[in-house]
């Protein structure tokens, strides 16, 4: 296929690349189980013995182990610390102040300010996902300014998201201000996964829609392969520096 006919060609939505680009922003299933279980862990152990240290202490070592074995499995580094702080804020609390429910509190703070982010980036149209999955679809911030389409379905998901966790936040709250300790660890754990399923299948459904990412990586390898073959004094090879090479100029 010539330069002009991919340069005209039409932007198809990518099913593999939306879903694995979730699965690395998000941490897919294996994400979802390591931010719940030890929530789950120390509900149970303080619903058992009433200890918050020996609660706190289990949570956080499972979190640890949890967080070694992504590390050992060459997992993301990213999702193996993140799990590990966000256990170890909440067990510092909860050990500090002498209450229970404090464990919950840096998780339920950090929910209602994410809930916060993703509304008001979307509002000011540079929407918080799209700041998230432009690396991972190798469009960075390209989708910004070259692609309108994806701009707004961006905007959409932020709006989805924000009022998710928004509503968890509305539920969460009351029962940490009026509830117990251990109402408030069972209603974090029920609302631990479905929100987020509920959260990524509607932006699954929005993003899937949408154009195409345009793939900015590319395009500047491209670029530099053109620069390289005409210190050479070859002509690039056609197709190669198509399109690329004109976003350059």
Same mark, same amino acid.
């Given at each position: 296929?010539?330069? *002009?006919? !991919?340069?005209?060609?039409?932007? #198809? %939505?990518?099913?593999?690349?939306?879903? =694995?680009?979730?699965?690395?922003?998000?941490?897919?299933?294996?994400?979802?189980?390591?931010?719940? #279980? %030890?929530?789950?862990?120390?509900?149970?152990? /303080?619903?058992?013995?009433?200890?918050?240290?020996?609660?706190?202490?289990?949570?956080?070592?499972?979190?640890?182990?949890?967080?070694?074995?992504?590390?050992?499995?060459?997992?993301?580094?990213?999702?193996?610390?993140?799990? #590990?702080?966000?256990?170890?804020?909440?067990?510092?609390?909860?050990?500090?102040?002498?209450?229970?429910?404090?464990?919950?509190?840096?998780?339920?703070?950090?929910?209602? +300010?994410?809930?916060?982010?993703?509304?008001?980036?979307?509002?000011? +149209?540079?929407?918080?996902?799209?700041?998230?999955?432009?690396? =991972?679809?190798?469009?960075?911030?390209?989708? $910004?300014?070259?692609?309108? +389409? !994806?701009?707004?379905?961006?905007?959409?998901?932020?709006?989805?998201?924000?009022?998710?966790?928004?509503?968890?936040?509305?539920?969460?709250?009351?029962? /940490?201000?009026?509830?117990?300790?251990?109402?408030?660890?069972?209603?974090?754990?029920?609302?631990?996964? *479905? %929100?987020?399923?509920?959260?990524?299948?509607?932006?699954?459904?929005?993003?899937?829609?949408?154009?195409?990412?345009?793939?900015?990586?590319?395009?500047?390898?491209? $670029?530099?392969?053109? !620069?390289?073959?005409?210190? !050479?004094?070859?002509?690039?090879?056609?197709?190669?520096?198509? %399109?690329?090479?004109?976003?350059?100029?």
């Amino acid at each position: 296929m010539s330069s *002009p006919d !991919r340069q005209t060609a039409p932007q #198809v %939505p990518d099913e593999a690349a939306t879903r =694995a680009a979730f699965f690395e922003a998000f941490g897919g299933v294996r994400g979802m189980v390591e931010t719940t #279980v %030890p929530g789950l862990v120390f509900v149970l152990s /303080y619903t058992i013995n009433r200890s918050i240290n020996v609660s706190a202490i289990a949570a956080l070592a499972l979190s640890a182990v949890l967080g070694v074995a992504r590390l050992v499995q060459r997992g993301t580094a990213k999702h193996a610390l993140s799990g #590990v702080l966000g256990v170890g804020f909440g067990a510092l609390f909860a050990m500090i102040s002498g209450d229970a429910k404090n464990f919950y509190l840096p998780g339920m703070l950090y929910t209602l +300010g994410l809930a916060v982010a993703y509304l008001v980036t979307a509002a000011a +149209g540079v929407p918080l996902l799209g700041l998230m999955l432009g690396p =991972a679809f190798r469009e960075n911030l390209s989708w $910004r300014t070259r692609n309108p +389409g !994806r701009k707004a379905a961006y905007t959409r998901a932020s709006y989805v998201w924000g009022g998710i966790l928004l509503a968890k936040s509305a539920i969460t709250f009351p029962i /940490y201000f009026w509830g117990d300790a251990t109402q408030l660890g069972w209603l974090r754990v029920a609302l631990g996964i *479905p %929100p987020f399923l509920l959260a990524v299948y509607f932006t699954w459904i929005i993003l899937v829609k949408a154009p195409a990412p345009i793939d900015v990586i590319a395009e500047w390898e491209e $670029r530099e392969a053109a !620069r390289e073959a005409a210190k !050479r004094g070859e002509a690039p090879e056609r197709g190669t520096a198509g %399109p690329a090479a004109e976003h350059g100029r």
